[in-house]
């Protein structure tokens, strides 16, 4: 067994964890990031809006396509576009963009370990006061990594929650593959509700020479006539999927899971602690920037700090949208009455600039509240 020491374990390099490893590096604490699958691409549209590149100073030289229009298709009435006045989303390559996150944390002097989280090792063997020990695997070796503090950023399939006896996380289930580009396809970001998806949305998100095109539902019984609906209402082949073909992955739903549990000494951050925005499903913002927080908070030794710093930037939100998911999604005449609302162009501005720019304040949020309001109810 081999032996390897850090004040900080990062388990999972994706978007939260290789996060947190670029600003604890940078803020002088010694962390290993621990990845198993470096040259895997994750499932994902990889749209990001373009606010977050400039927030988090990230190249944009990752962003694959600047989008600057939506195509939305409401259940029951006729498709309508939404061009944004200013700002796009940026469609990044998943396996590009998280290897390019990775390499901004070694910048900084963090470590890269090539590894597998297994298992915390029982306390009589490596836990004491104020060490953790998990055993890993990396190169066909068994490893023992010993730290203060562990992170866990590896996703809505976390083991370290499931190392830690922590329930499976509610999700929402998702088919989805790579098409080529081409016709009607690859110029907006496209959703489509009702006969398309339950309790979620079928989409077409542009890449480069491909889109990726999927659906997302509550019921993973739907999923697979949904997926097939969307390529008859594209006129695409089911063969045109790029290999491996539809692939099946999940979405956590955000129900105020745990960010800290101080006894234990580890803190949750992206898909592991659930935070992903519900109804829009974004999470790639909300992973990396629970990466900085969580490092912020460990820079600064109060792990508190991290939970305080989240509930003042993102509840907020995450509860308006929760609570949209859940009155209007649900229901086909729901779905409708909300997505109809965003024919008005002040709503459509208003909720644009809330996706694209997430520094914007409380004042915002509430004056689209009470526009939205409005619209839907009178
Ligand atoms: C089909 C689909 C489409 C999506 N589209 C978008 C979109 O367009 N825009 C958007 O913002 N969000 C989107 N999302 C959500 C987004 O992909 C996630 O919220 C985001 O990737 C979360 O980042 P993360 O770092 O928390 O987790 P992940 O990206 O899942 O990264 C976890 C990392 O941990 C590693 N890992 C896991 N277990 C271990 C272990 N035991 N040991 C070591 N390493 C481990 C994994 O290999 C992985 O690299 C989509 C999701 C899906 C499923």
Known sequence: MNFLETRVLIVGGGPAGATAGRFLAASGVDCIILERHPRRTKPCGGGIPCGAFEELQLPENLIKKKVCALRVSPPKSTPFEIC????????????????????????????????????????ENGRCDDH??????????????????????????????????????????????KLPAGGTMGNSCE????????????????????????????????????????????????EAAAAP??????????????????????????????LVMPFTFEGIYYAMRAGQLA????????????????????????????????????????????ISAFRDERVQQMGIKLWLDKTSGRGTLASFINVLRKRVLF
């Open 245 to 274: 073909g539809p692939r099946g992955y999940r979405i956590p739903l955000w129900e105020g899971q745990p960010l800290v549990r101080e006894k234990e000494k580890v803190l949750f951050a992206g898909d592991s602690a659930g």
């Open 191 to 238: 959703f489509y509700f009702g006969r398309f998806a339950t309790g979620g949305y079928s989409w077409i998100f542009p890449g480069g020479a491909s889109v990726s095109a999927g659906t997302g539902s509550t019921d993973p019984r739907k999923l697979k006539p949904a997926y097939e609906r969307l390529l008859s209402e594209k006129g695409v082949p089911p």
């Open 84 to 123: 944004f006045q200013s700002g796009y989303i940026g469609i990044v390559e998943r396996q590009e963009f998280d290897s390019a996150l990775r390499e901004m944390a070694q910048a900084q002097g963090a470590r890269l370990l090539d590894g597998e989280f297994l298992c915390f090792l029982p306390p």
């Open 295 to 338: 490092a912020q908070a460990i820079a600064e030794g109060d792990l508190g700090l991290y939970g305080k710093l989240w509930r003042q930037r993102f509840r907020s939100r995450f509860l308006l949208m929760k609570g949209l998911w859940r009155i209007f999604l649900t229901t086909e005449a729901g779905t409708e009455a909300l």
């Open 132 to 177: 953790i020990v998990c055993e890993a695997v990396s190169g066909g070796e068994r490893l023992e990594v010993r730290s203060e503090l562990v992170i866990a950023a590896d996703g809505v399939n976390s083991r370290v929650r499931t190392a830690l006896g922590m329930k499976p996380m509610a999700s929402l289930y998702t088919l989805g593959a």
